[in-house]
């Protein structure tokens, strides 16, 4: 009869052995990977890091509630008024499922947007055709 002990032993093993093979398995294919990859390092997109934008208090909470789901160049890319933004993150949770960004953490996310990425200035004057009549 098997004892206990034994049998202990034998789960242990296992519990051992699968992540073991997992790892090699893995190996070999990060060693293939890195292989077929090298020669596309070159069009590899850059991975996006906060620093990259404005520096402003809240833009860790800011960047990083965004980039869930896509880059911050899109965000960016925009100005906008406080209002806005908010309905912009309104927006992202109503359409897109964003999780609601609440209370004092929705203030960060937008304390950080408006003061970075505000509603553009329009020249003084506005913008003029340069070939309207004069
Ligand atoms: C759960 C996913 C998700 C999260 C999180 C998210 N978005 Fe989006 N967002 C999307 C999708 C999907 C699109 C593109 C589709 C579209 O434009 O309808 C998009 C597009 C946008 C656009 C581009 C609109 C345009 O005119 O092209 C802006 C601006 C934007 N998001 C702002 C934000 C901001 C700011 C945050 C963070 C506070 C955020 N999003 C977080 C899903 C998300």
């Given amino acids: 009869m098997r004892s206990p002990e034994h049998t202990g032993r034998r789960r242990a093993w296992r519990r051992l052995a699968a992540p073991a ?22 069009f590899t997109p850059q991975e996006e890091t906060p620093e990259q934008y404005p520096e402003g208090p809240n833009r860790d909470d800011a960047f990083y509630s965004c980039t869930a ?31 609601e960004i609440a209370g004092e953490d929705r203030d960060k996310v937008l304390d950080y947007l408006e003061r970075a990425f505000p509603e553009q200035q329009r020249a003084r004057g506005g913008w003029k055709n340069p070939f309207a009549p004069q």
Avoid at 81 to 99: G, K, Q, V
């Fill in 21 to 42: 093979a997992a790892a090699s398995l893995l190996a070999v294919a990060h060693a293939a990977g890195t292989l077929a990859q090298t020669p596309a390092t070159d």
């Fill in 69 to 99: 789901c896509h880059g911050f160049r899109i965000v960016a890319a925009q100005g906008m008024s406080r209002a806005r933004w908010d309905e912009t993150l309104t927006w992202m949770t109503e359409r897109h499922n964003m999780p």
